[in-house]
């Protein structure tokens, strides 16, 4: 265990709820009711949309709590596109780690997706509910599940 | 009067973490004394909220704890005292904020006149006591302290809340027992984090956790929560026994003490369910 993963675990980056969030989305796990909420802060750059501020929420274990502070950390600042581009980073690696480190990383990675589709759904219909996405064995994200 | 509880359940935790920090016994002591006491103020003020209908949450900011000398924490936790008394003037029950007022006083009072000491609760340098655990050991225990010392957090806030919506006295009873307990495990488990250099504030309780809305169902799952925490307790003991006798009864300890956590929980259980079948 290296120095960043304990300062992440000592002091998790981007815990809690942002006040002023414009975007928000649920990964959640199924089977165990473990689940987290990103909040999103965006920005509306001519058409290109960036994660201006970014927290999360999770009820879920340790291992939940750092794959959140690592990949909130490395979404801020990111526009659309690129922060679509980690979450898919993070799906792809989930083969090669345990199931059950495999199962945090993808509820953080699934909320982040989630909280940016709630964000474009809201440019269309600005009342549109928080979507959730669950986790799945093959780590794809199943159908959309509206404010479950 | 949510953001004074806020405010107060924040000093109450930085407070207690600055105990873990100490290696003064005696400034220990009296950080753990004062943290104990702005919990009952804590508690105080839930009971406000609660008979003067007002809502109420849980929700805290981040604690910022990392400093290399004591009076640097000691300093942080006598600007929120301060803001704390400012912040009295929302509360309407005159003895209850003079009461916390007064404290106040006396709390920064003391805190001004605690020498600092040098602070090595965050140098992560993971060895206990002198003890030299191997790698796999080291990362097995660094995790369950993280785990656990939030766990711990997280019940005393659970079983608070209950607490302070339960009317019945043998609730109240096995609440308060609970409560107690999660204490002692939480200040073994922090002082243990700050030993090893890893000392961090337990994250936040999200609301639907603590506000249960089955709690037949909470403590069933509790119950079988304790049972995992007993074979982790005991796959710990296990895993530090041969380098240290001492960290292995603890978790031994620890272990046989969920035996009774599990029967006062069977117990709650046997009141709420017996309390559906009237109904």
Not at chain 1, 103 to 127: I, N, P
Not at chain 2, 135 to 143: F, I, K, M, N
Request: aromatic share 10%; hydrophobic share 40%; glycine share 4%.
């Amino acid at each position: 265990m290296d120095a960043v993963l304990l300062e992440h675990m000592m002091n998790p980056k981007n815990y809690g709820v942002l006040e002023h969030s414009n975007a928000e989305g649920i990964g959640k796990n199924p089977h165990n009711g473990e689940k987290v909420i990103i909040f999103l802060s965006v920005s509306n750059r001519n058409n290109v949309y960036v994660i201006e501020d970014i927290r999360f929420q999770a009820i879920g274990c340790m291992t939940t709590v750092l794959a959140g502070s690592i990949i909130t950390n490395e979404a801020r600042g990111l526009d659309f596109d690129r922060a679509e581009a980690l979450v898919s980073t993070t799906l792809g690696m989930l083969d090669s780690v345990p199931p059950e480190e495999a199962a945090c990383s993808e509820m953080v990675a699934l909320a982040l997706q989630a909280a940016m589709d709630t964000y474009k759904e809201r440019q269309k219909d600005s009342e549109f509910p928080m979507i959730t996405y669950k986790i799945s064995q093959n780590c794809t994200p199943q159908g959309v599940d509206i404010n479950e | 009067m949510n953001r004074l509880l806020v405010q107060v359940h924040e000093v109450w935790l930085e407070t207690l973490m600055s105990a873990f920090m100490s290696n003064n016994t005696a400034t220990k002591q009296t950080l753990f004394d004062f943290s104990e006491i702005m919990f009952r103020h804590f508690t105080w003020i839930e009971n406000y909220c609660i008979k003067n209908g007002v809502s109420y949450d849980y929700e805290r900011n981040m604690i910022p704890l990392k400093v290399d000398n004591l009076d640097a924490i000691l300093h942080d936790i006598i600007a929120r005292l301060n803001r704390v008394e400012l912040q009295l003037v929302v509360c309407d029950d005159e003895a209850l904020s003079f009461r916390i007022s007064q404290d106040i006083e006396y709390f920064i009072y003391t805190l001004k006149n605690i020498p600092s000491e040098p602070v090595s609760a965050f140098d992560m340098q993971r060895t206990i006591n002198g003890i030299e655990l191997t790698e796999e050991a080291t990362d097995a225990l660094t995790l369950f302290l993280f785990e656990e010392s939030y766990k711990e957090y997280e019940l005393i806030m659970i079983y608070n809340y209950l607490k302070a919506h339960s009317k019945d006295i043998e609730l109240v009873r096995i609440f308060q027992i609970l409560i107690d307990e999660s204490f002692f495990h939480l200040k073994r488990f922090g002082q243990m984090m700050a030993d090893m250099g890893i000392l961090g504030v337990p994250r936040t309780i999200a609301k639907e956790l603590y506000v249960v809305e089955d709690i037949v169902e909470f403590l069933k799952n509790g119950i079988n929560e304790e049972l995992l925490a007993k074979e982790e307790c005991k796959r710990l003991s296990d895993a530090v026994s041969n380098e240290s006798k001492e960290l292995a009864k603890f978790f031994d300890f620890v272990n046989y003490q969920e035996n009774y956590h599990i029967a006062l929980m069977k117990e709650a259980l046997e009141f709420y369910n017996k309390a559906a079948d009237v109904q």
